[in-house]
């Protein structure tokens, strides 16, 4: 299986604070997406990174990639109550559109 | 644009029963995929499709079938259903052009099977 792992498993915040999370892979990648799911819902995607970049930044998150480790970190800062989800990063490969996702990071944020 | 819908929402399934799960989406994109997640776990692919007419399996494909008769309709059926597919299963949807995009999802369908 290629599916990847993320770190912690959960994550308890209050609110304004940052939250980090991390993903490990096993493969090679073409890109590494991470998605959002609030709970009963389906998937929401948060941002993408390609394998040739380092580092990427949308709104208040910050992503990062290391392919030499095949890992990654999502990083979001000044956490709101509205960001308490589950976190996953999924795993794609080159030529492809089939994602492989993590295991996921279930953060709460308490306000 | 609705995205991708899912229908049923929520399926009681008996053992050996068949099903349907509909997935639309109507954004015009080439690829849509079904997806199973059990707790504890992400999301595993089960089939998926590049275009009309086109599906392939992904990593768990076992007890189920699907077919792509047009860009905007990818039903997954389940032939004979077993308890280990009570999961919450999620359709989503890309496009293909020289890379891989974002995946839009639809609400899911959480499906028991007694």
């Known amino acids: 299986s290629q599916q990847g792992e993320e770190d912690p498993q959960a994550l308890s915040i209050q609110e304004g604070e940052n939250a980090t999370m991390n993903c490990s892979y096993k493969t090679s990648i073409n890109n590494l997406q991470w998605y959002r799911q609030n709970s009963g819902r389906g998937l929401v995607h948060l941002i993408l990174i390609r394998s040739n970049e380092r580092e990427k930044h949308s709104g208040r998150l910050r992503v990062t990639l290391d392919t030499s480790k095949k890992s990654s970190s999502l990083l979001i800062t000044a956490s709101r109550a509205a960001d308490t989800a589950s976190y996953f990063c999924?795993?794609?490969?080159?030529?492809?559109?089939?994602?492989?996702f993590g295991t996921g990071t279930r953060l709460t944020v308490i306000p | 644009n609705a995205g991708v819908t899912q229908t049923p929402k929520f399926q009681v399934l008996k053992t050996g029963q068949s099903m349907t799960l509909q997935c639309a989406q109507d954004m015009n994109h080439e690829y849509m995929s079904w997806y199973r997640q059990d707790p504890g776990m992400g999301l595993r692919l089960i089939h998926y499709?590049?275009?009309?007419?086109?599906?392939d399996q992904g990593e768990v494909p076992n007890g189920y079938n699907v077919s792509r008769s047009t860009t905007e309709d990818f039903p997954l059926r389940l032939l004979s259903a077993a308890p280990s597919q009570t999961s919450v299963y999620f359709c989503?949807?890309?496009?293909?052009?020289?890379?891989?995009?974002?995946?839009?999802f639809g609400p899911g369908t959480r499906l028991t099977v007694t």
């Open positions: 999924a795993t794609g490969k080159t030529g492809a559109n089939n994602l492989f």
């Open positions: 989503a949807s890309s496009w293909v052009r020289g890379g891989t995009y974002e995946q839009y």
């Open positions: 499709s590049v275009g009309a007419g086109i599906t």
